[in-house]
């Protein structure tokens, strides 16, 4: 099995998790994904791997309304089913860096489960697909593409904080793909 789905079973597992906990996640969900197909594509990536990721990476969202609990449940999820890298970017989308201490939002997982993500973080090093969802996942609105200080302002405002340290290296995020575009990646994903 690969480390992840193809495109039209990517798309059955989170029509199917909306099923089980509807709201505007799974409209996220696809425009990270076509922001990444998009990103991936001029950058020489692999593109359908790319959008997979992105459609992916917010699937713990399937078990209900949670904060750090959707990262754990999606990776969780996805390496039940084989799916290894997709379970990868469950995990590495919500961190900065690889460690819980950059988290934003509620730690509503058992110590337990902490220290476990806190160990499969430590054992990465991310590479361009981990970076690229993270960027997408900045990007992304539910209602489509949205200027990434604007998508990060509105993450601050409903969670009551957002990191300079996580602002900045998603700015970093973005210089990084348009040196290796050569683009804007705005021009790119709308």
Known sequence: MSGYPNRSEADRLVREAEICNPGPWGDHSRIAADCAEKIAAAAGMDSEKAYILGLLHDIGRKFGVKHLGHVWDGYHYMRSLGYDAAARVCLTHSFC???????????????EQQEELEKLLRQ????????????????????GVMDMEARMADVKRRYGFYSQEKWDTNMALKR?????????????VR
Request: proline letters at 4%; a negative charge; one cysteine or more.
């Open 124 to 143: 990465l090093s991310y590479d361009d697909y981990d970076r690229l969802i993270q960027l997408c996942d900045c990007l992304a609105g539910s209602d």
């Open 176 to 188: 990084y793909f348009e040196e290796m575009t050569g683009k804007n990646i705005y021009e790119i």
């Open 97 to 111: 860096r690889p460690t819980l201490d950059v988290y934003i939002g509620k730690r509503d997982i058992s110590p």
